[in-house]
């Protein structure tokens, strides 16, 4: 397949263009947006679309803000085919088709369409055409190579009747399509009598197990009834034996009703015995009360007197005591005014000295301060410090550095004087046999009197060197101004002065740290006022001249007469309050005594009221005579309950309740189970009278014989379709093993082409669906989907190249490049260049760029232009516009 030529009208953003292509390569190039991409659309839209699609694809072909329909016209050769074929959409829709060659053909409408996709079916592969055509954005996807015939064919010589298997292929595949989904499932006719044989299976179980539930219920029926008679008689044997429990049972509460009352006659007679006891004992209990009252009283009384005596004891040391303190703390009195007034007289010393050394660090603080004040004074005034004079002196150098570089850069003059002439150099005489050098920056006169006039002119110097010395020489004017100053040796001197002024101000501000510390002199000058106020406030007084030590020392033994006196003064303190305290106590003690002692004579009068009261109520042997009779009572009493329990446990009362309560039970257990048995009896019959009428045995047979029916049909079919599966495994596994067979002559040929792109060493690893698996490079083997999107991109295209190469030519299709290879680098560009080359001496290559450079060094391509202001053709086409753009059909239209 050839195209000779396309024409786009009314397509997106292109009113009309026109585009011919050649045998070989052609290279379609323009801007974004005039219209490339349009051309790769509009050759799938015709190919695919008809007329009357409403598709989302067709639609986005229209102009926008126009009612025109867009339409294609191509014309191509296609094996014997020399053909023109048309198509517009949506408005005034119409096909046409023109066939030239072999022999002349009209068609329009659905007959053109049709009749335009039965000539591609048989000139040319359309696998292969949709493989070869590199739609813009999707460069790094591998083509689906596996499904060309046209392909395989190709590289397969010795198959020459592929297409014969090809259609065998297709037949087995449509037969087994029949039996089986692409995944092996079943499906159609053989999956429809699966499940019929599987319901007609469910329902015969279903019947049978209804058929076995019926023979159940009769079977039951039977036995329920012939339980129901024996549960019968069973409960009228219960019934009996539970009257003859109930009777013993009777018997049994008469023993246990007189055996309750004897224990509680028992037990009356136990609570008389306790009461009699109780009042003996409350009376021996008053008795004992009694004695030990009197022994409380007469040893209360002996307590107090002795308390008494101490504490009459206690107060006479106490005011022993207190009289030893009163006349300690008037001797500690006396003492302490001694102290005091030796310690004045020494403080009024020390501060005098204070107020001397105050006077004289004050006088050294205010020198110091006025030196500091004329240092700050100078440093104010002088701005210039030695970072300044650095930078100064670093520009004064680079423009030293630039003079030089420019005089070194400019010619030189030497004048040597050889002989008696005398010589001068710009008026000035050059002295016999001296010699005089000089760069000419300026005309140079040279003069030998009655000899010889030289002029020397300077040339022109480098301009970078002159800028360079007039920068230096404007940065050095420039700072020199900034100082104030004019030259570096007067900056110098000026920071030499601010760093003499710099030391003054810190010497004077240390002077001051030392003197001062933290305050300032205001706090001193207070302090001292503070020191002098205090001196003349205090009274003059003898030996106030004396030195510190003498007074400091007679300070210190008035202090110690005074601490030794307060000392034997706090002693006698404390031995007061030892004293009184035991006064205290002992008082506390005393009247505690007496206060028992008074209470233990009021109770023993209490307890003497009492047991007289109660004897005058019952004498204390009519109590003796009580407990007595009670005592005999209580053993009558508890031999009349054990006469009473022993008749009870002969009784077997334990017995006696488990038979009635076992009986009870059984009865009940036995009319349970009889209603139970009724209710079933009754169920069971209504159940058997259901299935009667269903007709249960009669349906199985039909339905068994369905299955039957139906499970033959179902082995004849599955046999059918295991011999198709079988056909089509040998079918699949011997087209694998020729897919094997294509991969060697495929790899080589994509490997020739890629060692031009890759190097030398360049391999691929290719899968029987003829994609690649991974390129070994320099030693290194990466597989395909690591590789970069470069590289990807290249292999891909390689790989499509090769299968056009392989086909051949009278099947063949047009290789069409959307706006690919934009991960290559420049070396890699030039090299495929040269395979698009040679790919197009055996199949057409069609190429839409936006960037020329890509494919300008392939030497065969024809170059087409597009020019955006004739709407993307060569020269003689108009562009509509469409929202500000050409096109609509993305990035690089």
């Known amino acids: 397949m050839r195209l000779r030529r396309i024409v786009l009208r ?148 010795s198959e020459p009747d592929g297409g014969s298997q090809d259609a065998l292929m297709a037949r087995i595949e449509a037969e087994y399509a029949k039996y089986f989904t692409r995944t092996g499932k079943k499906t159609g006719r053989l999956k429809e009598l699966d499940a019929e044989v599987a319901t007609l299976e469910a329902r015969v179980a279903e019947l049978e197990s209804q058929s076995t539930e019926m023979d159940e219920f009769t079977a039951e029926f039977a036995d329920r009834q012939s339980e129901r008679r024996r549960l019968e008689q069973e409960l009228t044997a219960a019934t009996d034996e539970w009257r003859a429990a109930r009777q013993a049972a009777e018997q049994v509460n008469a023993l246990r009703e007189r055996g309750e009352a004897a224990r509680q006659e028992r037990n009356a007679a136990q609570e008389r015995l306790t009461l009699v006891r109780q009042a003996d004992d409350n009376r021996t209990g008053q008795i004992n009360e009694l004695s030990k009252r009197t022994r409380d009283a007469e040893t209360g009384k002996t307590r107090s007197e002795q308390c008494r005596g101490a504490l009459e004891q206690a107060e006479t040391r106490l005011k022993g005591a207190q009289e030893t303190a009163t006349a300690l703390d008037a001797t500690r009195r006396q003492a302490h005014l001694a102290a005091v007034d030796a310690q004045s007289a020494l403080d009024v010393r020390i501060a005098r000295t204070e107020r001397d050394r105050l006077a004289a660090q004050l006088e050294h603080a205010r020198t110091a301060e006025r030196r500091r004040l004329e240092a700050a004074a100078q440093l104010k005034n002088l701005t210039i410090d030695d970072e300044q004079v650095s930078e100064l002196a670093a520009l004064e150098t680079a423009l030293v550095v630039a003079r030089r570089s420019r005089d070194a850069a400019a010619a030189h003059v030497s004048v040597r004087s050889l002989g008696e ?47 360079e010395l007039a920068e230096a020489s404007a940065a050095v004017d420039t700072a020199l101004a900034a100082l104030e100053v004019t030259s570096v040796g007067q900056a110098r001197e000026l920071a030499g002065r601010r760093r003499t002024a710099k030391a003054t101000l810190d010497q004077a501000q240390a002077s001051l740290a030392a003197l001062l510390g933290s305050r300032g002199l205001g706090e001193v000058e207070e302090q001292l006022a503070e020191v002098t106020a205090r001196i003349e406030q205090s009274a003059a007084a003898p030996g106030d001249d004396a030195p510190v030590n003498s007074l400091r020392e007679a300070a210190e033994q008035a202090r110690n007469a005074e601490e030794d006196l307060g000392a034997q003064w706090d002693l006698a303190t404390t031995q007061v309050a030892r004293y009184r305290q035991e006064a205290e106590h002992a008082r506390e003690v005393f009247v505690h005594a007496s206060a ?74 036995r009319k349970d189970r009889l209603s139970a048995t009724a209710t079933r009896l009754t169920e069971l019959q209504a159940l058997i009278d259901d299935r009667a009428k269903a007709g249960i045995y009669d349906e199985l047979s039909r339905a068994k014989a369905a299955q039957e029916a139906a499970a033959a049909s179902q082995n004849r079919l599955q046999r059918a379709a295991d011999a198709v ?71 891909a295209l390689l790989g499509r190249l090769a299968s056009a190469q392989l086909v051949d030519s009278g099947e063949g299709a047009p290789v069409i490049l959307d706006d690919s290879l934009g991960y290559a680098d420049p070396v890699r560009l030039r090299r495929l260049n040269i395979v698009l080359n040679d790919v197009g001496h055996s199949a057409q290559v069609i190429i839409l760029t936006c960037q020329p450079d890509r494919f300008g060094s392939i030497g065969g391509a024809k170059v087409v232009q597009l020019d955006p202001a004739s709407g993307g053709a060569p020269g003689r086409a108009l562009v509509q516009g469409r929202d500000g753009a050409l096109d609509q059909g993305g990035a690089d239209q």
Not at 442 to 453: A, F, G, K, L, R
Not at 735 to 761: I, M, N, S, T, W
């Open 725 to 795: 599966a079988l056909l089509r495994d040998t079918m699949v596994r011997h087209r694998v093993a020729v897919q094997r067979r294509y991969v060697a002559p495929f790899r080589d040929h994509l490997e020739r082409l890629g060692k031009v792109v890759f190097g030398a060493d360049f391999q691929v690893e290719i899968s029987p669906e003829l994609t690649v698996q991974s390129r070994t490079l320099h030693g290194a083997t990466v597989p395909f989907g690591s590789l970069s999107a470069g590289a990807r991109e290249q292999i």
């Open 421 to 467: 002439h005398p010589i001068t150099v710009d008026g000035a005489v050059l002295p016999a046999g001296a010699e005089h050098r000089c760069a000419v920056l300026s005309q140079v006169h040279i003069e030998v009197p009655d000899v010889v006039s030289i002029d020397v002119s300077p040339g022109t110097p480098p301009a970078e060197l002159d800028r």
């Open 10 to 157: 009314n397509f997106r953003g292109v009113a009309q263009s026109q585009v011919e292509f050649g045998d070989t390569v052609t290279v379609v190039q323009g801007p974004n947006e005039v219209g490339k991409s349009s051309i790769a659309e509009a050759l799938r839209l015709i190919r695919s679309e008809k007329d009357s699609s409403q598709k989302g694809c067709v639609r986005s072909a229209q102009p926008v803000g126009t009612d025109v329909g867009p339409e294609v016209e191509i014309e191509l050769r296609s094996g014997g085919f020399d053909m023109t074929y048309r198509k517009r959409w949506l408005r005034s829709r119409l096909t046409e088709l023109r066939i030239r060659a072999p022999k002349p053909e009209q068609l329009t409408g659905e007959q053109a369409h049709a009749r335009f996709r039965e000539i591609l079916e048989h000139t040319v592969d359309l696998q292969l055409l949709e493989a070869l055509d590199i739609v813009q954005g999707s460069s790094l996807d591998q083509p689906k190579l596996a499904a060309v015939n046209a392909l395989h064919r190709a590289l397969d010589d």
């Open 596 to 669: 028992e002692f008074d209470a233990a004579v009021r109770e023993l009068d209490v307890s003497r009221q009492l047991l007289a009261q109660a004897r005058e109520t019952a004498s204390d042997g009519s109590l003796r005579e009580a407990v007595e009779q009670a005592e005999i009572a209580l053993r009558a009493a508890e031999q009349a309950l054990r006469d009473a329990d022993s008749e009870l446990i002969q009784a077997d009362p334990d017995q006696v309740a488990m038979t009635l309560a076992n009986c009870e039970e059984l009865v009940a257990s």
